[in-house]
């Protein structure tokens, strides 16, 4: 039984228009191959389709039914060539996208939005993960990409930094140094410190350890999380004074204080994806995550 997409389109036109001179006229090609088609399909399906006159031709009721279905399985077959070629192209699935929050304040709310508008056909699923949980998941392949502080990529594993600014002290607003425009971090040496957790990000820790070292103490570690808002939401409760990066001075939450301090350090953040994952899809998302960060 043939109902390729071929034949079904001859036997479309021929429903349409009627008649099998102005069918073929229609479908480019010239009538006898056109009739042989059609008695060929009649016979796949043991049944009359049409009522031929010699001028012109109506559908009989196993017609009726065979038009509705053949327009239906056109729009289908087209349906899916059109999937496939999204698919291919990059333009069309589903990419799962891994974050640290801190790149809520860095600019991903509008990468991602020119990236739909971009590829509008792109399902975007978004899950918050300290670092090493994302670079875990994306062996795993339960991520695509993923957004993280610097740490040392494991193997087949892409890195890029995308972001890097200045790290700031966070402190309660009722602190003894809130109303200051700068500080030396040897200032907070007797305060107790909210760190972002070891295994979480160790970059990061390490490099809190390696700034307060460098200003002629070792700092007091109070609480360890694994989210830079509970970072700053424990600081605005009194809870410690902590080192985040810049960036969460823009997150608008009370309580607590962004204040500057002299280092040369910065907090890097990065696009992480597998090697390997070379699906069009991911390609084209790296391709325009690189290019909003690094225009």
Same mark, same amino acid.
């Given at each position: ?24 006229? !229609? ?5 006898? =191959?056109?009739?042989? /088609? ?23 009721? /196993?017609?009726? /039914? ?15 060539? %059109? ?20 790149? #809520? ?7 991602? %939005? ?7 056909? #792109? ?29 040392? /990529? =494991?193997?087949?594993?892409?890195? #890029? ?45 390490? %490099? ?11 700092? &007091? ?8 808002? %509970? ?10 004074? &902590? ?13 607590? !204080? ?13 696009? &992480? ?21 690094? !225009?």
């Amino acid at each position: 039984m043939d109902l390729s997409p071929r034949v079904l389109r001859y036997f479309v036109a021929v429903a349409e228009e009627r008649h099998f001179s102005k069918a073929a006229q !229609r479908l480019h090609m010239s009538q006898p =191959p056109l009739s042989y /088609a059609i008695r060929q399909l009649e016979e796949s399906l043991n049944a009359t389709l049409l009522h031929r006159t010699s001028r012109q031709v109506s559908l009989t009721a /196993a017609g009726e /039914a065979l038009y509705e279905e053949a327009l239906s399985l056109l729009k289908r077959n087209d349906e899916v060539r %059109t999937l496939i070629a999204g698919i291919e192209s990059g333009k069309v699935g589903r990419l799962r996208i891994g974050f640290v929050g801190s790149m #809520v304040y860095r600019g991903l709310p509008d990468a991602l %939005t020119t990236l739909r508008h971009i590829q509008p056909g #792109v399902e975007h699923v978004l899950t918050e993960l300290n670092s090493r949980d994302q670079l875990e998941a994306l062996q795993r392949d339960e991520l695509d990409l993923a957004f993280i502080h610097a740490n040392p /990529a =494991p193997d087949g594993v892409t890195a #890029v930094d995308i972001v890097a600014e200045q790290f700031v002290v966070c402190v309660p607003a009722t602190h003894r140094l809130a109303e200051a425009s700068e500080i030396a971090l040897q200032d907070l040496a007797a305060d107790e410190f909210v760190l972002f957790a070891r295994d979480a990000s160790p970059r990061y820790y390490e %490099t809190v350890l390696s700034l307060c070292a460098h200003a002629g103490f070792t700092p &007091a570690i109070r609480h360890e999380v694994r989210h830079w808002l %509970t970072v700053a939401s424990l600081v605005s409760q009194g809870l410690g004074v &902590a080192i985040v990066p810049s960036c969460l001075a823009r997150s608008g939450l009370t309580g607590c !204080r962004f204040i500057a301090f002299p280092h040369t350090d910065k907090s890097v953040c990065q696009l &992480a994806w597998r090697h390997e994952r070379t699906a069009p899809l991911i390609q084209a998302g790296v391709e325009e995550i690189l290019r909003y960060y690094l !225009r």
